[in-house]
């Protein structure tokens, strides 16, 4: 199994295992924990109505800076054979999140025996 490091500056945040088929329910916390390390939590749980919508003010770029921080760290974070699973939403973070937890959360049919 390999483990995903999560970096803030040049120390080490956190070190945890990499998303794989069965081990999304402490991946989960482990990834929300790094995510909220970093900044960027609130990035992936904003609503879509909350996302700035004019790209030449501050805000805006905050918001694409911390998406493209958040989603680079969810990609890093899961096993190759799950990248296929979210490589189209690589530009919104929330929709990188919410495909995993729909895909692996215990209400899901593949998950529900795990």
């Given at each position: 199994?390999t ?18 088929e069965?081990n999304?329910?402490t ?23 909350d996302?700035?919508?004019?790209k ?5 770029k905050?918001?694409?800076?911390g ?17 296929p ?6 530009n919104s ?5 919410k ?7 215990a ?6 025996f795990?």
């Open positions: 199994m483990s995903t490091t999560v970096k803030v500056g040049s120390k080490l945040a956190f070190e945890f295992d990499k998303l794989n069965t999304y329910h991946w989960k916390y482990d990834m929300q924990a790094a995510l909220m390390k970093l900044g960027v939590w609130l990035v992936v749980t904003a609503e879509a109505k996302v700035p919508v004019d030449k003010t501050p805000e805006w905050d918001w694409a800076t998406n493209q921080a958040a989603a680079g760290a969810i990609y890093a974070s899961v096993e190759s054979s799950i990248t699973l979210i490589r189209t939403h690589l973070a929330s929709s990188m999140w495909t995993l937890e729909t895909t692996y959360s209400d899901s049919a593949m998950n529900r795990l």
